[in-house]
């Protein structure tokens, strides 16, 4: 099972990018979805958790009040709402996905199946 992360690109400060994570051949109902991140010169980290099933979704401080998760259940999709990014922002995104018995969790061996990371750059 492979999931399917789209939607980066190249964006100035402040404006918006929204990313896209197919997981049709995973149910929202025995899984939650993680976003992560790895910067340049970085490790990756976990910026996002979101449990549809519960309706429980989790941001780490560095992105909360700008990023928004959301999905679309019928169509097999989550999306990840950048707004007023900034170039600390800049990095690889991933989706992933780790079962619900797990919670809350960014430890990434939790999560099982991963994304092809998309690149998200911000400048000037």
Not at 18 to 43: H, T
Not at 76 to 94: G, S
Not at 98 to 112: D, I
Request: charged share 15%; proline share 3%; hydrophobic share 35%.
């Amino acid at each position: 099972v492979q999931l399917q992360a789209s939607g980066g690109g190249s964006v100035q400060p402040g404006g918006s990018l929204r990313l896209s994570c197919g997981v049709s051949r995973l149910s929202l109902d025995m899984y939650a979805i993680g976003w992560f991140r790895q910067a340049p010169g970085k490790e990756r980290e976990g910026i996002s958790y979101f449990d549809s099933s519960h309706s429980i979704t989790h941001y780490v401080d560095s992105v909360k009040g700008r990023f928004t998760v959301s999905s679309d259940n019928a169509r097999k999709m989550v999306y990840l709402q950048m707004d007023r990014l900034i170039p600390e922002d800049t990095a690889v995104y991933y989706c992933a996905a780790a079962p619900l018995v797990a919670g809350v969790t960014y430890r990434q061996n939790t999560y099982l199946f991963w994304g092809k990371g998309t690149l998200v750059t911000v400048s000037s």
